[in-house]
């Protein structure tokens, strides 16, 4: 009986080896398509509160495009609220090289103007803050010859370009600033400007 079942296995190996394999095409004339998976989340219908209470204010915001038209971008804008200005006093518009004194005052109506010259750096208008720009700049006191600025918001150019450029207007106007600073070194740093509104 051992010997009949040898042979039986020893003739189903030898046609195995004498059977010849056709040779089969692997050409193909486009790559294969990824495999789409899908999966549903029909079943995870609890809401987690806590996750209900960190919509912040720009939540759904969607911005335009820089290369966008002014019009596109002021649409877009609307949707998040202007830095608030803490200033309603009138604007003192002069050419650089101006010799302003200093005083409180005069700080207050020159950065006023300096948020409308430079204002592509804000989020004072409409327009900036459709691509995302939110940033603004407060007065916060003068120590001496030195102006002590607050940034707030979110800015394009990094927080410490913003702060130069605001120094040169003011400077440029009111010779006596010796220096304009921040008041928290913090403003400065890319982690205020990622975590601002």
Excluded at 123 to 142: C, H, K, P, S, W
Excluded at 156 to 166: D, N, Y
Aim: charged content about 25%; some cysteine.
């Amino acid at each position: 009986m051992i010997t009949l079942l040898l042979i039986l296995a020893l003739t189903s190996l030898s046609s195995a080896f004498t059977t010849p394999i056709q040779p089969t095409a692997l050409h193909r004339t486009a790559p294969p398509h990824p495999r789409t998976l899908y999966s549903s989340w029909d079943n995870f219908a609890y809401d987690d509160e806590d996750e209900l209470l960190e919509v912040g204010p720009d939540e759904g915001f969607v911005a335009a495009d820089e290369n966008d038209d002014p019009e596109v971008k002021a649409a877009a804008g609307m949707a998040l609220e202007a830095p608030e200005v803490f200033y309603d006093g009138p604007v003192i518009q002069v050419p650089v090289g101006s010799q302003l004194e200093l005083s409180e005052d005069t700080v207050q109506g020159v950065l006023a103007a300096c948020r409308e010259e430079i204002g592509t750096m804000f989020g004072y208008q409409a327009e900036n803050r459709g691509v995302g720009i939110t940033g603004g700049v407060d007065f916060v006191e003068l120590d001496g010859p030195t102006v002590i600025l607050h940034l707030k918001g979110r800015f394009w150019h990094q927080r410490p370009t913003v702060l130069a450029r605001v120094r040169a207007y003011l400077m440029g106007r009111i010779p006596e600033i010796v220096d304009v600073i921040v008041e928290d070194e913090y403003e400065l740093s890319d982690e205020a400007n990622n975590a601002a509104i």
